[in-house]
């Protein structure tokens, strides 16, 4: 079945960087958009980027411009999050999600970062 | 970026009574508009897409309306566990989300 398997948790402190993976199963790698969402404890859901599994092709909500970077590797069909310059309210649940508003969609597990100093 | 509001915040309700949740954008997002249930300690799940149309497997029971900048989501007979946070996303313009309502027990 379509699985998006996420990487552990992570403790980091601020200033440092964190990059969080997701390793998909279950269909074509390439065939579709992957996205990273997260949500800080007891609040919302906030949309974090996006790529293009296909051609690489990537777009990052203005807020995290700059210190977010998705990738992908192909041959591993695994997608990955960079998040740097982390401050503690970047001290959240960070999801990896397919295709999320289409029916085919699936969210992985979650990852939760915890930033302390 | 597009700003999407819900109302309310928090919605008590009786098991086997409707609730109406509301979901504003602040232009028109067309009907690019998906409705997501998540439970506590879980992934949010898909249960409209299209503004209107239910995803796999959702029940009857969940329907969505709108277009534009006005959307609902209606739980038409509540059961226990469709006590949960609800989200909007716009997907119109990149994504959005809304704010959530928390759909509690009266």
């Known amino acids: 079945q379509v699985q998006l398997v996420q990487s552990g948790a992570e403790v980091k402190k601020p200033g440092a960087s964190v990059k969080v993976s997701c390793k998909a199963s279950?269909?074509?790698?390439?065939?579709?958009?992957m996205h990273w969402v997260r949500q800080a404890p007891g609040q919302g859901l906030e949309w974090m980027g996006w790529?293009?599994?296909?051609?690489?092709?990537?777009k990052y909500s203005q807020k995290f411009q700059g210190r977010v970077t998705v990738t992908t590797d192909s041959s591993a069909s695994t997608a990955s999050m960079e998040l740097s310059s982390l401050r503690c309210e970047d001290t959240a649940v960070y999801y990896c999600?397919?295709?999320?508003?289409?029916?085919?969609?699936?969210w992985g597990q979650g990852t939760l970062v915890t930033v302390s100093s | 970026e597009i700003v999407m509001t819900q109302s309310p915040a928090t919605l008590s309700v009786s098991p086997g009574e409707r609730a109406t949740l509301s979901c504003r954008a602040s232009?028109?997002?067309?009907?690019?508009l998906a409705w997501y249930q998540q439970k506590p300690g879980q992934a949010p799940r898909l249960l409209i897409y299209?503004?209107?149309t239910r995803a796999t497997g959702i029940p009857a029971r969940f329907s969505g309306s709108g277009s534009g900048t006005e959307f609902t989501l209606t739980i038409s007979s509540l059961q226990s566990e469709d006590f949960a946070v609800y989200y909007c996303?716009?997907?119109?313009?990149?994504?959005?989300f809304g704010g959530g309502t928390k759909v509690e027990i009266k």
């Open positions: 999600a397919r295709d999320p508003y289409y029916p085919t969609g699936v």
């Open positions: 279950g269909y074509t790698f390439t065939s579709s958009t």
């Open positions: 790529i293009n599994a296909g051609n690489g092709d990537t």
């Open positions: 232009q028109s997002v067309s009907s690019n």
């Open positions: 299209g503004a209107s």
């Open positions: 996303q716009q997907y119109n313009d990149w994504l959005t």
